[in-house]
């Protein structure tokens, strides 16, 4: 028996009859979502046991439907992706596909982009929804909407400053930045971000990652002293308002919570115990560590520096545990020796949450004719964060 705590009179019904009728009636009206299968039911079940019905979902959804796997993917699942990559490789794919369901195994933020770049007719699927990410939660858009407005406060001029925000960012965020005459940029292109502001303006508000900030300017001849960060939870983010107005580059507090952790002592370690070792790092690790490091780039140009070496080299790399362990396996046979720059492991623990179980879940309710976990970006914000994103795009073509 359900109970309506609903006022009689609202609704004009003087009877108890009246309300008995409308009861039946919700009662026996069609249910507005279609049934879906269980996801109870294949949590329950080994990740092993997952893979025929993984291989048989596929082969009936045919062309419909494609993968993407992001590189730091268990490779329980990303096995079974039709393409694999960093965020931009698999934002450009989206844009291009013609596949009706992109199942997208990665984390929430880049569902969303695939959704922004996508057709109208397309949709985006999340394994599972509580695949976020620490570093995009660390820009939340009041907050952000709160910086932009202080530095007009500060004397700053629209014209004067451009936004950059990382892929790794929510689709309001991207839409802030592209409303606002910015872009978005990934580890891959993020110099060439800064050259299309630095055309257009006199400073960058990049966010939300401080480190792939500093580390760009850096690389770009700006001095450490001309550079500030912006703390959300602070007063005026923390600074002066000359600290404001003299900086040419004001980054966001924010980080990713694997790669921080690579710290310089690291790098020193695996240099004393093994050497003549190569130690390649993310751009998203601490200053400190790349200025140690041999060389630093994104996920495809760590994966490419590895491919390139010649037999015999032996590299110590800083970035994410499932991507270092698949490289050290692939290139074992061939003579390259691969090693974590931090032998404790670094887990991005909400890419781990995209599971075989999550995944045969989410394929076998499409083959029922059912979408589940549509991620769907709202159209006022999918406008500008087109927009954005497509501005990247094109810095990158």
Partial sequence: MIAFN???QEFGLKAEKDLSVLTE???SAPAVEQDVCSLDNYLAQPDHGMDERIAAAREKLGKSTILLGHHYQRDEVIRFADYTGDSYKLSKIAAETEAKYLVFCGVHFMAESADVLGRDDQQVILPDLNAGCSMADMAEIGQV???WDSLM???LKADEIVPITYMNSTAAIKAFCGERGGLVC?????GKAYDWAFARAGKILFLPDQHLGRNTAFAMGIPLSEMVVWDPYQINGGLTLERLRA???ILWKGHCSVHQRFLPGHVDKVRAKYPGIHVIVHPECRWEVCQKADALGSTERLIHLVESAPEGTMFAIGTEIHLV???AKEFAPKGKRIITLDDTGCLCTTMYRISPQHLAWALENLVEGNVVNRIQVRDDV???ARVALDRMLEIRA
């Fill in 6 to 8: 609903i006022p009689v």
């Fill in 25 to 27: 009636e919700l009662l």
């Fill in 145 to 147: 909407e709160d910086c």
């Fill in 153 to 155: 406060a500060a004397g």
């Fill in 186 to 190: 990934t580890s891959s292109n993020a």
């Fill in 247 to 249: 900086a040419n580059v």
């Fill in 325 to 327: 362990n698949r490289l």
């Fill in 382 to 384: 999918k406008n500008w």
